[in-house]
């Protein structure tokens, strides 16, 4: 086994929606950027908030309501966006949902 890289064959195997709830993961976290999977059931949301890492949102499967900053998209798979930090945003899925969030590189590396 190599250490020098990480290896997913299927992602979507690493992210079983559950039947309520929602399920988050880490699976890596290195070189100044951290992948978390999330899993929605339908109905969930993770509300407003802001992250002081600058993201990107990658929907996997699915269909929700994401928004950033002052504008809303109807997210499914394939949907991407990246956003600076301190940018306002919201998940809400519509059916099951899998997404990956991206935490990147502080842009400004003074900051805590």
Known sequence: MSTTHTFFPNLMAEAPVPARGIHSQTLSDEAGVELVLFAFAAGEQLS???????A??????????????????????????R???????????????VMALYLLSREDPSRP
């Open 83 to 97: 956003m600076p930090a301190d940018t306002k945003h919201s998940v809400v899925a519509r059916t099951p949902l």
């Open 56 to 81: 990107i949102i990658h929907i996997l499967s699915g269909e929700g309501d994401l928004s950033v900053g002052d504008d809303a998209y109807a997210a499914t798979a394939g949907t991407w966006v």
């Open 48 to 54: 407003e908030h802001t992250s002081a890492r600058p």
